[in-house]
């Protein structure tokens, strides 16, 4: 069992930078992959980043902007993102799931509550 606690969004001008983090529970926590997702109303939820051990990979509307990292000393995952945009205005979730990454959401068992970032132009 993994419980995911998102923290760090905001209201942000276009151009500004958030940092988000996902603390997680469990002792195997460096064993699971980890995804970013964001929902937007009336979208669908889509990727936006994952993280394994050795692997990171980005959504290609984020790549370059975004950064993913994990600390798992601390249980913790976080999203840099940086030259924000009105576009990016959803609400981020972080997920995990055992074994390898995935870019859809159905395969990541463990969700947090999401925490809103909002860009105003």
């Known amino acids: 069992q993994v419980q995911l606690v998102e923290s760090g969004g905001r209201l942000v001008q276009a151009g500004g930078s958030l940092r988000l983090s996902c603390a997680g529970s469990?002792?195997?926590?460096?064993?699971?992959?980890m995804g970013w997702f964001r929902q937007a109303p009336g979208k669908e939820r889509e990727f936006v980043s994952a993280i394994t051990s050795s692997v990171t990979r980005y959504a290609d509307s984020v790549k370059g902007r975004f950064t993913t990292s994990r600390d798992n000393a601390k249980n913790t995952v976080y999203l840099q993102m940086n030259s924000l945009q009105p576009e990016d205005t959803a609400v981020y979730y972080c997920?995990?799931?055992?074994?390898?990454?995935?870019?859809?959401?159905?395969?990541?068992?463990?969700w947090g509550q999401g925490t809103q970032v909002t860009v105003s132009s």
């Open positions: 469990g002792r195997t926590f460096s064993a699971y992959a």
């Open positions: 997920a995990a799931r055992p074994g390898t990454w995935s870019t859809t959401p159905g395969l990541y068992q463990y």
